[in-house]
């Protein structure tokens, strides 16, 4: 008898959530921690107060200044790394603790279908693509914060593994979208209700492009798609 195996009744109810999914997590309420105590006046002295304005200041992601790297050609790191930097800041802490929530009920369930690569991946790749949908289809200056299109990059993998088993189970494969058609009514309702910036807009281009690469980070499936194209 294997006595490594886990005797009966005593498995874990939970399953481990994913260590890529859990640094991304601890990244996220690392950083809000840090300007929560720092306002407190528990870090950082008195200067400390101001170190999630310069954040914003330096981190968030600006429209205006993609379209001036976009008239001028000239692409700073100082600028260009706001794609991804801007996924890290948050407005308070309600708004990270929220964010990091959603990345630790999503990413688990992407983090056990995926790669740990093929999951970071999948929440940069959102915002970096969720911040050129702000800026391309909305002419708003307002900047862009938080990790919520990363988030909505996570939803649209789990969405493509929901999708996939469906179709295996020859189940309506359109099902897989209620969760994201859920999330956008209720986006569409808050920002009719309290006012918004159309931030949604880039959530939605994250949850697009979390769900079309997919097809190429589902385990095996650069193979599929390689075979597809030769056999075409």
């Known amino acids: ?10 498995e874990s109810p939970f399953n481990p ?6 640094a991304l997590f601890l990244v ?38 993609l379209d001036w790297m976009m008239q001028t050609g000239n692409w700073p790191f100082e600028h ?20 990091g929530a959603m990345i630790l009920a999503i990413g688990k369930m992407v983090g056990e279908a995926f790669s740990a690569l ?4 999948f929440f940069l790749c959102a915002g970096i693509g969720g911040a050129f949908a ?28 929901l999708w996939t088993r469906l179709g295996e189970m020859g189940e309506n494969q359109a099902r897989a979208f209620s969760l ?13 209700i309290f006012g918004g910036n159309g931030d949604w807009v880039a959530d939605v281009a994250g ?7 997919s097809f190429v980070l589902v385990p095996g499936g650069w193979a599929k798609i390689r075979a597809r194209i030769r056999h075409d």
């Open 1 to 10: 008898m294997d006595h490594e195996q886990t005797e009966p009744g005593h």
């Open 17 to 22: 959530v994913p260590p890529v999914v859990v």
């Open 28 to 65: 996220i309420i690392g950083i809000e921690m840090i300007f929560v105590l720092g306002t407190k006046g528990m870090v950082g002295g008195p200067s400390a107060v101001g170190w999630r304005l310069a954040a914003l200041q330096k981190y968030a992601f600006a429209p205006d200044i």
């Open 80 to 99: 260009v790394q706001r794609f991804v930097t801007y996924l890290f800041v948050h407005g308070n802490f309600t708004h990270a603790l929220f964010a």
């Open 118 to 121: 093929a999951t970071i991946c």
């Open 134 to 161: 702000y800026t391309l289809i909305l002419d708003n200056p307002t900047p862009l914060i938080g990790a919520f299109p990363g988030v909505y990059g996570l939803i649209g993998a789990f969405t493509f593994v």
């Open 180 to 192: 994201i058609g859920v999330l956008i009514v209720v986006q569409l309702l808050f920002g009719v």
């Open 207 to 213: 949850f697009v492009v979390g769900f079309f690469m």
